[in-house]
């Protein structure tokens, strides 16, 4: 996530870097020397929140991970919580998806924030979905990459590379440099950039991501959907939902599920403790150890309440 303050100097050792609105360089950049150094408040830029996999250790339905990384960044940036959900749907044809929730605030809402995803092949764009292909016989790679933005709602689109252009920051490229003859050879050649198109001290990112062959044209179908205070996706068989503030929720939360079937549901951001949800197919109590709660639900109005005794 890039934040950009127009008036933002970055600097490593003794030179100054070009603007680009990423993160800032503890100790200037310099390597630290000893382990006191590392564990510093200096060297402090992130804390991890929560996290959580399952229902089966060993091949788990999903695996989630909730990071602040406000220290991160500059004062430029107030809070910035960033939540991934990988999600197996033990599926061929779409095996896997990534899942990833920002909610940031800027110190001014004219700092720009862009949302990147750095890629090898020439990503195409398609109303809020992008593509990226990426095939190669000689090193066997047959793969795709589906990104839908899902929030914001209104935003947009840019894309940034090519030959001459792989890693251009502010009109100035910084080639990558490989090391080793014998590497795969595969720099992120293109940026996709995703941007709001109103200015907002407040901004809340949803993007999901889906894996799967180049040739198959068959995904699963995906949705924002809402409760009063979460938001989140359903795709396929599957319901994530994250706080639309990105603090831990102890009030009741509403939900109703539309479709056939049974589907799989994780409701992070919420206050560790035993939560009851009731509904048409109901678990009752669950617990919540790393702020998420995981069960099985039919269609139907479900009210997840969390248990104080």
Not at 38 to 52: I, L, N, P, T, W
Not at 253 to 266: D, E, H, R, S, T
Not at 284 to 309: E, H, L
Request: one cysteine or more; proline letters at 6%; aromatic letters at 10%.
């Amino acid at each position: 996530m890039l934040v950009y303050n127009p008036d933002e100097v970055f600097t490593r050792g003794d030179r100054t870097l070009s603007n680009d609105g990423g993160q800032r360089w503890p100790g200037r950049g310099n390597e630290p020397s000893v382990i006191d150094i590392v564990m510093s408040e200096e060297y402090k830029k992130a804390e991890v929140k929560a996290y959580d996999f399952g229902p089966d250790p060993d091949k788990p339905d999903y695996s989630y991970l909730k990071g602040d990384i406000t220290r991160a960044y500059t004062d430029k940036v107030k809070n910035h919580q960033r939540a991934f959900v990988f999600l197996n749907f033990n599926n061929e044809q779409v095996p896997a998806a990534l899942i990833v929730y920002d909610y940031i605030i800027s110190s001014n809402k004219d700092f720009k924030k862009t949302w990147l995803l750095h890629c090898v092949h020439e990503p195409v764009f398609t109303g809020n979905i992008c593509t990226v292909t990426l095939v190669d016989d000689v090193k066997k790679y047959n793969g795709k990459l589906v990104n839908t933005v899902l929030l914001p709602q209104n935003i947009v689109w840019n894309k940034s590379g090519g030959q001459g252009n792989e890693y251009n920051v502010a009109g100035k490229n910084y080639p990558n440099r490989l090391r080793n003859d014998n590497n795969s050879n595969d720099g992120a050649n293109w940026r996709i950039e995703v941007s709001p198109k109103t200015p907002s001290e407040t901004d809340v990112f949803l993007n999901v991501m889906q894996v799967t062959d180049a040739g198959n044209n068959t995904l699963l179908p995906v949705k924002r959907i809402e409760t009063g205070q979460m938001t989140g996706v359903q795709i396929g068989d599957r319901i994530v939902l994250f706080a639309k503030n990105g603090n831990p929720q102890n009030s009741p939360i509403n939900m109703n599920i539309n479709g056939a079937g049974v589907f799989k549901v994780l409701i992070t951001d919420l206050g560790k403790g035993n939560w009851v949800v009731t509904g048409p197919k109901s678990p009752g109590m669950v617990r919540n150890d790393q702020n998420s709660v995981y069960f099985q639900a039919t269609a139907g109005d479900y009210v997840i309440i969390k248990n104080n005794i």
